[in-house]
């Protein structure tokens, strides 16, 4: 919700698809740097107390935009400054979260836990943008900061009144007590199929995910339409990614890798689709099905690298999966929204499915030895 807000804030502001590149890159560069030192943090420190800070930080933020906006004191750098401090909080927040949830439920519940803690993360991301394009159609961006950062205090009242006596202690005898992020990419490296999903979720995340924010630009330019037209888009999205999320939430088992390949390649197949629908209309029937293949691939990458990680370097594995997911939007973003800028919202959707489709196909060649095994094994 956040993003969406704030993406159309700066193209109310600007009307420039670079520099809404720019924002969405610095809200997501602290993931580079932070994801693997919070994963660190993660694995050593009481994870309710973290999560606490981060949503306090990420709250302010949130709530300081909206003031400037209603109070029509913001300017560009405002949103610069602010996306960078809640990329920051965002950064630390994701790892911690991911590897809490062992620590909620027995090993018995834990693939299906991890299933719907993986479809709320990805669900956040693609069903949000609908609720703000809709807030934004109705009440400008202003009210909707204010209603995200409304948000805040109630995940901090649940984490505090959270009983702790109930929490499952980890084993950690067999935990590293030095150079343990190293350790921990010694482990990925070492698990091409872990490595392999990676770098998938890498590309993807980089160049296919931005396709909610070329949302925007074909709203207001493609189509001359406005807020509401692109909260509309917002929801058909949002359609797909529910049903996604369904999916994936009623598995019981870990997801099997090729399922995060063959989503990866169906979703790069209709985000390519999707860019050449002629008219709104069409534009928007396409959209459910790029939310339908993000949700279930995303979701189930998460799930099959959480489900078959050790427990105890969970926290610094997970901060490496969220530090190039995540991270891989400080490259991507700019360059579509260059893209978008210079030669049109169509193209950059279009570059961003062929790279997702891409992406599939190469690295299934280059790792197809490690990924079939690890589709069979699970």
């Given at each position: 919700m956040q993003r969406i807000s704030q993406d159309w804030l700066v193209l109310e502001l600007t009307g420039s698809g670079t520099i809404l590149g720019i924002v969405t890159g610095l809200q997501f560069a602290p993931a580079l740097f932070l994801s693997l030192p919070a994963g660190k943090l993660?694995?050593?420190f009481n994870k309710r107390k973290i999560l606490v800070g981060t949503n306090l930080i990420a709250g302010s933020a949130a709530l300081t935009l909206g003031i400037l906006v209603v109070t029509?004191?913001?300017?560009v750098w405002h949103i610069l400054v602010l996306a960078f401090i809640l990329g920051i909080a965002g950064a630390v927040d994701a790892p911690v979260r991911q590897s809490f949830v062992p620590e909620l439920v027995g090993k018995e519940d834990l693939p299906n836990a991890v299933g719907l803690n993986s479809t709320?993360?990805?669900l956040a991301r693609l069903v949000g943008p609908a609720i703000a394009g809709v807030l934004i159609g109705a009440f400008g961006t202003g009210p909707a900061f204010f209603?995200?950062?409304a948000t805040y205090p109630i995940v901090i009242l649940s984490l505090v009144m959270m009983n702790r006596a109930t929490l499952i202690k980890r084993d950690l005898s067999n935990a590293d007590k030095s150079d343990s992020i190293?350790?921990?990419?010694?482990y990925v490296k070492g698990r091409k199929d872990i490595v392999a999903t990676m770098l998938l979720v890498l590309l993807i995340g980089a160049f296919g995910f931005n396709f909610q924010v070329v949302t925007a630009l074909m709203a207001r330019v493609e189509f001359g339409l406005g807020a509401s037209a692109f909260g509309m888009m917002g929801t058909m999205?949002?359609?797909g990614t529910v049903t996604g999320a369904i999916i994936v939430a009623r598995q019981r088992t870990h997801p099997k890798i090729d399922l995060v390949f063959k989503a990866g390649a169906?979703?790069?197949?209709?985000?390519m689709f999707a860019s050449a629908m002629p008219t709104f209309w069409w534009f928007a029937a396409a959209l459910p099905f790029c939310g339908l293949s993000a949700m279930i691939m995303m979701a189930s990458a998460n799930s099959f690298v959480q489900g078959?990680?050790?427990d105890h370097l969970r926290g610094r594995v997970m901060g490496l999966y969220l530090m190039v997911f995540i991270g891989g939007s400080p490259f991507g973003s700019p360059i579509i929204g260059y893209i978008g800028q210079n030669l049109g919202a169509r193209w950059a959707l279009f570059t961003g499915g062929a790279i997702c489709l891409v992406s599939v196909i190469a690295l299934f060649l280059i790792f197809r030895k490690s990924i079939q095994p690890a589709a069979l094994a699970n």
């Open positions: 993660a694995d050593k029509d004191l913001v300017v709320n993360f990805n209603i995200n950062a190293r350790v921990a990419l010694a999205i949002a359609l169906i979703f790069g197949i209709t985000e078959t990680i050790s």
